[in-house]
Every structure is written in C-alpha cells, then in structure tokens.
C-alpha cells in the first residue's frame, strides 16, 4: 500500500471551511483514498473514500487531484467538535481493507 | 447493532502475564483487523484477517497471535506481556474490501 504524507497540525477558524492536505505520490491505480479522524481517545471514525472522483458526504468533501498524488479533505463549516486528528490512507482495492496502515495524521483544532 | 465491541476497556497487567482481548461484530462483516496506537502516534496494524479461518501478520505482530474461527470473533492474545506492549489496542471490522472500517472503543492495556 502507498505511504501517505500529511502536515501535523493545523488550525481552523470556527464556522470556516477546514482544507486539510494529503500527499500519496506513490499510489497505484487500484488503492483508494480514506479519510478517517479521531477524537480524543476514542475509536477512529469513517469520514469519506474515493478512487479518482471527488466525494461528498454528510460530514465532507474529499478533492482528488487528477493525476491521484494527492487529496484534500474539507470540512464546509467546521465547527469546536471537529477538533480531532485526520488520518489519510490508501488502501488498495484487491487487498483486505483492513490492512491499511495509519500514519500519524493531522491534528486539526478549530477555535472560536 | 452494538457494532464493533471490545472487552475489557481497561487492564492491568504484570510483565510475563497472559491474556486475550476480545474483540466481537454483529454486523456480518468478513475482515477484522487489530491495531495498537501508543502515546502521540498513529494506529499501527498488528494481524488481520479476511474471514472465518484465515488470519495474517500486519506491521508489528511479535508477541501477538490471533484466531478466528467464527466471522463474529477476533481475539487477540498477549503470549508474555511485556511493558512495550503498554498501548490502547482498537479492534476494526469492514464488510468488504473497499469499504470502510468501523472500530472499537479501545482497549487501554498497562503492563507493569
């Protein structure tokens, strides 16, 4: 699976959109993009997935470049409760997902 | 659905001690994954498995076996605990591959 590469930490302003980068230069044409976040210690939560066509969901939109080496996750309107880390993988389609590796994610705080 | 459940939440345990973390889904789901994240880190991915019967090592699976002989369970099993594996350890399930994980609440596992 490729590697991903996220800035550690980032700040948001409360009600702003929060545009949180990932680079996967090495990925290959089958591995598909998940976003995931965590809050606090808690289990880490689904956000959002795509191969090559940008995604929106309930919770966020997710940007995919067209030659796939990177992806924005943005979140419209971020409010205190999206104060989490953001994790970025790939995971390719003919393996288990489950065998995707998490880095070290994003911390994202948004303040009032 | 109670999704992903993980007992205990919390253990303590004494370095060469024995013990197995239990991992359940009720949601039909063929892959399971164990990951363990240490302090300030992201998940890291210690076995797998793709279905009932078949089991596989991730990243750092010394000291770790697994079994899984039913879809519904994925036990983890600490042979001789050791303080480098003082750690939360998260259970995840997904349907299939390409879709998303869904995980536990955690496990926060201290050996002295």
């Known amino acids: 699976d490729a590697k991903t590469t996220q800035p550690p930490s980032m700040d948001c302003a409360e009600g702003r959109a929060a545009n949180l980068p990932c680079n996967h230069s090495?990925?290959?044409?089958?591995?598909?993009v998940y976003w995931y976040r965590q809050i606090h210690s808690q289990g880490p939560q689904y956000i959002i997935h795509?191969?090559?066509n940008n995604e929106t969901n309930e919770m966020a939109s997710l940007i995919i470049t067209e030659d796939r080496k990177s992806s924005t996750l943005i979140l419209p309107h971020a409010t205190l409760r999206d104060t989490a880390v953001y994790y970025c993988?790939?995971?390719?389609?003919?393996?288990?997902?489950?065998?995707?590796?998490f880095g070290d994610g994003t911390t994202l705080t948004v303040k009032p | 659905n109670a999704g992903v459940t993980q007992t205990p939440k919390f253990q303590v345990l004494k370095t060469g001690q024995s013990m197995t973390l239990q991992c359940a889904q009720d949601?039909?789901?063929?892959?399971m994954s164990w990951y363990r994240q240490d302090p300030g880190m992201g998940l890291r991915l210690i076995h797998y498995?793709?279905?009932?019967?078949?089991?596989d090592q991730g990243e750092v699976p010394n000291g770790y076996n697994v079994s899984r002989s039913t879809t519904e369970d994925f036990p983890l099993r600490l042979l001789s605990a050791a303080p480098s594996q003082t750690s939360v350890y998260f259970c995840?399930?997904?349907?299939?591959?390409?879709?998303?994980?869904?995980f536990g609440d955690g496990t926060r596992l201290s050996i002295l």
């Open positions: 498995s793709v279905g009932a019967g078949i089991t």
């Open positions: 995840a399930s997904s349907y299939r591959r390409n879709q998303p994980q869904h």
């Open positions: 795509g191969l090559k």
């Open positions: 949601m039909n789901h063929e892959y």
């Open positions: 090495t990925i290959s044409g089958n591995e598909y």
């Open positions: 993988i790939v995971s390719d389609a003919n393996t288990n997902a489950g065998k995707s590796t």
